[in-house]
């Protein structure tokens, strides 16, 4: 688990000091060599925007993915797509269906492009977007580790699915 500190800059040139100065053994150098890193080295944090961006390129590829699965085509005007990317920041599905097609594709879709994957809380808030015209949910993972997007679902919409291919 990680916890934040503070420190001020004397307080890290002593510790990098002191660890850089303790006797080279092997598997201590190493784990002091992460340390001396993680005070040394600032910590780069995504803007906004750009994650933002990244959670709707991840939108707008779902839209594109499930369109082509339901063979509809997707206009140029979003408005007036069956299958659309939800406005970042506003509650409920990641990717809106009309009525259409939600009883061909009953699902709500939650998509998540972030590094640190917190599978839980992914998991409910994709449950909580349920209901009773969307029973089944979907999540959506991508980040640097998984390249390409995985899916997490409901084991009652694994069901669906094969008994649907069946």
């Not at 063979?71 to 990717?95: C, F, P, T, W, Y």
């Not at 089944?136 to 009652?156: E, G, R, T, Y």
């Amino acid at each position: 688990m990680a916890r934040q500190i503070n420190l001020t800059e004397n307080e890290i040139d002593t510790i990098v000091f002191v660890l850089s100065d303790y006797p080279t053994l092997s598997n201590v150098a190493k784990k002091y060599k992460k340390i001396i890193d993680k005070l040394t080295k600032p910590h780069k944090r995504i803007k906004i925007s750009s994650a933002k961006a990244k959670g709707r390129n991840l939108q707008k590829w779902a839209v594109e993915k499930i369109a082509k699965l339901l063979n509809e085509e997707l206009s140029n005007d979003k408005d007036m797509n069956n299958i659309r990317s939800r406005e970042m920041g506003q509650a409920g599905v990641d990717v809106w269906l009309h009525k259409s097609i939600r009883n061909k594709f009953p699902i709500a879709v939650e998509c998540k492009a972030q590094e640190n994957i917190s599978l839980n809380a992914f998991i409910e808030q994709a449950k909580s977007n349920t209901s009773n015209e969307l029973p089944f949910w979907l999540l959506i993972i991508k980040n640097k580790a998984i390249k390409n997007p995985v899916a997490v679902m409901d084991w009652k919409l694994f069901e669906w699915l094969y008994q649907w291919i069946n």
